[in-house]
């Protein structure tokens, strides 16, 4: 069975930074493409960023320059170092692979 769980979300006030973590058990991550997505209330789920299972990363052109997403093999997990957070940055952001999908961490970025 496979179960991706999220962490890292909470309150942070503009300009301030968050590390989110997915981990996973029933999947090994290095064998998948990885995306972190985020919906904010009202709005479509919308792609954040993406790590290849062969090295590569993109994101989307909102964050780029401010968020990082990397993996460790050793932990199966990937990370969302998100910098510079703006309130448009406030969203539930949820860990994807393949068809699974995490329960979402809510990040909220407000004074």
């Known amino acids: 069975q496979v179960q991706l769980v999220e962490s890292g979300g909470g309150l942070v006030q503009p300009g301030g930074s968050l590390r989110l973590s997915c981990a996973a058990s029933?999947?090994?991550?290095?064998?998948?493409?990885i995306y972190w997505f985020r919906q904010a209330p009202g709005k479509q789920r919308e792609l954040v960023a993406t790590?290849?299972?062969?090295?590569?990363?993109d994101y989307a052109d909102s964050v780029k320059g401010r968020f990082t997403i990397s993996r460790d093999a050793a932990k199966n997990a990937v990370y969302l170092q998100m910098n510079s957070l703006t309130p448009e940055d406030t969203a539930v952001y949820y860990c994807?692979?393949?068809?699974?999908w995490g329960q979402g961490t809510q990040v909220t970025v407000s004074s």
């Open positions: 994807h692979v393949w068809s699974y």
């Open positions: 029933g999947i090994t991550f290095s064998l998948y493409d």
């Open positions: 790590s290849t299972s062969s090295g590569t990363t």
